[in-house]
């Protein structure tokens, strides 16, 4: 086999497995006359004959493991020490995440974004940063949020520090949650606790009670961030409103974003809108109180809501139940069916066409709305884009209308009843009766999960023998009362 190329493959074989690469050398040097040449295959012993040009294509591409030179073992013993003890490193920094409950399916995404945590020989670290975590009470599912959000908060010195202050927030009776955030922001924009505590402090000056301001601070922890003048602006505001200092209080609690909001630049110009529509400072004051959300709304959001209640086309009846409790609540009312619906998916322009096609929308809760759009989803396979076309999915019933169909069309296409596939048009649009006479007479077992115009028989409202209640007793009659009535007769003739 003299002027072949020969490709060696010794002390290579847990080099292989682990890297899935081959690294080869050449004995004896290539005859340059040669035209042919040996080539590893993935099994040890096999051998295949290529040519020179694609022996210089392969040789070319990979010049790291493949050389005319003698390996030295050595730099392949320690390159596959390094894999090895790199591949430790990950088993052991899995292990003790798991152990703190991080969850698996998030281990391999966690650790290949937070290489440095792998630079550390030592894991003695981490679990210190994780017991300390620990002690602060932090939820598994906030302690496993804090780091993914934020891994620099494994820092055992940034933790001790946070460990002694956490001691200063005590008397405060801040929740769990709320430390949790502070820690985030502490390590993000490097505020020490001590800053973190005057912050604190100041709030407390404001006159918020506990429960307000452990709920502004687990809804807007970056208010640690603003200085005293930004909170006190938001006050006054609502104080020149007339609004008391117990209602103002309650809007912090029921919406603290509303800190974030500029005075000038959000809030004047909303009130600006309110009082446009018509609406008193009375009746502004006191739907800011009873629903503080509706400080959340965009500028020319609330507009375009009450243009849409203006615009409706329904029956008498479905208008009473949306204006209700006035034009001012219902337009806020059709606000958050658009974000609900928006949440799912739809564009604002579209969510808004599905509200006036279908104004029954608006009398349903946004639990009720939520529900049968997860149904639609995720049970009946259909895209969240199909209530355009057919909004009044949103308007029937769920139980009455929805779920009977469903079962119906559900059981014919198992069994093979259906001529062709039933749509979403198809299965909401029909009225009851005609449902009926398509889907369910035609096959008598469907009429237990359609559950209407069954063949049964029909339950009465009333118990058995009660109609007797209600029956006139009878009397006898003689010939005089027979004279008498003849003669009353007589005398209407």
């Keep these: ?21 081959y690294a080869v050398t050449i004995e004896p040097p290539v005859d340059t006359k040669s035209n042919t040449a040996w080539k590893l295959l993935p099994s040890p012993m096999a051998f295949t004959l290529i040519n ?6 392969v040789f070319a591409k990979n010049r790291f493991f493949f050389s005319t030179k003698p390996y030295n073992s050595q730099i392949l013993k320690l390159s596959f020490s ?34 440095f945590l792998l630079n550390s020989n030592n894991l003695n670290d981490l679990d210190k940063s994780l017991s300390i975590l620990l002690s602060f009470k932090i939820t598994q599912k906030s302690l496993v949020s ?11 010195q940034f933790l001790k520090k946070w460990e002694v202050g956490v001691l200063k927030f005590g008397d405060l009776g801040l929740s769990p949650l709320v430390v949790r955030n502070f820690l985030e922001l502490s390590r993000r924009f490097e505020i020490d ?48 409103i007339g609004i008391s200092g117990e209602g103002i209080e309650r809007i912090f609690s029921f919406f603290p974003g509303v800190i974030g909001f500029d005075v000038e630049d959000r809030l004047k110009p909303l009130l600006d809108e309110f009082c446009h529509w018509g609406f008193g400072e009375d009746m502004i004051r006191k739907e800011i109180v009873r629903e503080p959300r509706v400080l959340s709304m965009e500028l020319g959001e609330f507009s375009r809501c009450l243009e849409l209640l203006r615009s409706l086309k329904c029956r008498e009846p479905i208008k009473w139940k949306i204006f209700g409790e ?6 806020f009312e059709v606000k958050l069916r ?15 066409k599905v509200l006036w096609k279908e104004p029954r929308v608006m009398t349903y809760r946004i639990e009720d709305i939520e529900k049968k759009i997860e149904f639609l989803v995720h049970r009946m396979k259909f895209n969240v884009d199909c209530l355009v076309e057919v909004p009044e999915f949103l308007g029937v019933n769920f139980d009455k209308h929805i779920v009977p169909r469903y079962n119906v069309i559900g059981y014919l296409r198992g069994k093979g009843g259906l001529g062709s596939e039933v749509g979403l048009k ?16 035609p096959y008598p077992e469907c009429e237990k999960l359609y559950g209407r115009f069954s063949g049964g028989e029909v339950k009465s409202r009333h118990p058995v023998g009660l109609w007797k209640l209600f029956k006139p007793p009878s009397y006898p009659e003689s010939k005089e009362d027979v004279r008498n009535i003849k003669a009353f007769m007589e005398t209407l003739v």
């Design 1 to 21: 086999m003299n002027n072949h190329l020969f490709v060696l493959c010794s002390e290579l074989s847990n080099y292989e497995a682990f890297t899935g690469k």
């Design 52 to 57: 020179r040009t694609t022996r210089h294509r």
């Design 82 to 115: 390094n894999e090895k003890t790199n591949y430790r490193m990950q088993i052991s920094l899995a292990n003790l995440l798991q152990r703190y409950g991080f969850p698996p399916s998030q281990l391999h995404s966690f650790i290949s974004k937070n290489q």
């Design 146 to 156: 804090l780091i993914n959000d934020c891994p620099g908060v494994l820092d055992v």
């Design 193 to 240: 606790p001590d800053g973190v505590f005057q912050t604190m402090k100041v709030l407390k000056g404001l006159g918020f009670s506990e429960g307000t301001l452990n709920r502004v601070l687990e809804e807007f922890p970056r208010v640690i961030l603003m200085d005293e003048g930004e909170v006190c602006r938001k006050i006054e505001f609502f104080e020149g």
């Design 326 to 331: 006035g034009a001012f609540r219902a337009g």
């Design 338 to 352: 658009v974000d609900c619906l928006c949440k799912h998916g739809l564009i604002r322009r579209e969510a808004f």
């Design 426 to 441: 198809d299965l909401i649009k029909p009225s009851r009766l005609r449902f009926y006479n398509l889907y369910v007479k």
